[in-house]
């Protein structure tokens, strides 16, 4: 088995009620990897930084069993940084910068190596760039999820609906389901989406948790209830690396592990916002995954 | 077993983006009382209604074996008329009338014969208003279940405080959980809500569910999926008489039958949103509770 990532490897600056940070290491591929290798130590990464970029936290991944041959350090540029600022309930945010830097003119070069990965996590990034990188697998993947946003729904709805034609599983949130059905009911926007090439879908609701529709099934995951939320940022990444890092493990493409997948991306998620950055993520204990994962399963149970 | 409801008994002006009504049966026990009647046909009603009030609707709840003895009518006077317009979004929503009328002044009294019943469930209404009724009760219910909500909290703290103390079930919405404890973590509020009074509390989360807390345990139900929400107006009302009248019909007051009695409420109250106003709670059918009722048990497992 081998997994495949792709997305941001970045700078934030973080803005919440309780906190404010300096640049700090994020990215969407950066919160997938570390999530991701709760479940593997084959993970292979394509992404791009400048040279401002530290080593440590390079290393931090490539101690996870992460491949970064596919990472290019581009020299004399710097890093993508994002900046924001999160409301009082923590549901939704301000952009308050964002510096594109070697994001502007990225080409994913996908190494020979990688090319035949099983696994394909296409983390949130612009759809073309998705699409440039299913286009390099010399053999489709055996089960490719793509994370995206509101902002390419916005910007650059074509090329995602393009990309969204060679996925497997699409993870959005609630109002990009909304936005990219044009359906208010969740229900009736999962049966539009899922004629636009998913075959699955999975709607994240951030505290309110995730659901997972496909094969006419439907399954439902609640959030991890908890005192302290201090950092947002991540969540939703760390729950897709958490969600294909159980699949690429298991190797069990059904439904019903699905919904045990779910279940882990939520409980990755869960710790990836008690702690600022990739801080939490970067230290999972399994026992308290397991721990947590328990939990789901008896405050649902009647 | 008996169940006493008290509450409101009204006529409603309601607006959606998809509909708008002129004056409808409405009233929190109106609610209650019919979404109890599914499990019980031994409900005591106190509330008060103007001589505009039509006989139908009290005949109605009669069919479903509600005594109405304790239902005031007062000559020369008019019911309790509220008016509201829902946003787009169905989770919100402007009051944009409140007409008192026989609310003014209304002294509940409760007839002799419900002084002794089991189970006690004081819908929304002024908390000195419920704290009344409980001085009548000549032995103390089984169970007390409260309903309230924020306009409560904002000008009658105090009194609601007071009420509280006497409460075994609160239930209110995630921000009247809040806004009563002061604390952002739900987890946090309940911890602190349980201090207050009650023994268990339910928070309800519109189409995101409800969770019960007591007795250091947890549970939660995620609402039924719907296709269409009509009209939002009664479902926490119904969520409460389907909540209080499956304890009733079965009596046993533990967390676990909790749990049953929250979900029947859930799908309860599943079936208010569909339609206008009391026309899909005044007419539910046993077969359709329980094909909802396998649905959350089915979308939740794995």
New interface residues.
């Given amino acids: 088995m081998s997994l495949l990532v792709v997305g941001t490897v970045a700078f934030d600056a973080i803005e919440t009620p309780f906190a404010k940070t300096d640049k700090i290491i994020g990215g969407a591929a950066t919160y997938i990897c570390h999530s991701a290798s709760f479940f593997s130590k084959n993970i292979n990464l394509v992404s791009v930084v400048g040279e401002d970029f530290p080593n440590k936290a390079i290393n931090s991944l490539k101690e996870k069993g992460v491949d970064v041959k596919g990472l290019q350090i581009k020299e004399g540029r710097k890093t993508f940084f994002w900046s924001g600022k999160y409301h009082?309930?923590m549901n939704s945010r301000d952009t308050l910068k964002t510096e594109l830097n070697v994001l502007e003119d990225f080409d994913p070069i996908v190494p020979k190596q990688y090319t035949k990965s099983e696994f394909l996590m296409l983390g949130n990034l612009m759809p073309s760039v998705q699409k440039r990188v299913l286009e390099q697998m010399q053999e489709r993947p055996k089960l490719i999820v793509l994370d995206t946003m509101n902002f390419w729904m916005d910007n650059f709805m074509p090329d995602l609906k393009e990309a969204l034609k060679n996925t497997d599983v699409l993870t959005i949130n609630d109002d990009e389901a909304r936005q990219l059905s044009g359906e208010?009911?969740?229900?009736?926007a999962a049966k539009k989406i899922l004629t636009m090439g998913p075959k699955y879908l999975i709607i994240k609701?951030g505290e309110?948790?995730a659901?997972l529709f496909g094969e006419d099934k439907?399954?439902?995951?609640?959030a991890v209830?908890?005192?302290?939320?201090i950092d947002p940022t991540g969540a939703g990444d760390s729950f897709a690396g958490g969600f294909i890092g159980y699949l690429a493990k298991t190797k069990e493409i059904t439904f019903?592990n699905m919904?045990?997948a779910?279940?882990y991306g939520t409980v990755l998620a869960s710790f990836t916002v008690e702690k600022l950055g990739i801080e939490s993520i970067e230290n999972i204990e399994e026992e308290k995954v397991n721990k947590r994962l328990a939990e789901i399963?008896s405050?649902?149970?009647?």
């Fill in positions: 009082n309930n208010y009911s969740l229900l009736i609701k309110h948790g659901i439907m399954f439902y995951s609640p209830m908890l005192e302290n939320v019903d919904k045990k779910v279940v399963r405050v649902v149970s009647f």
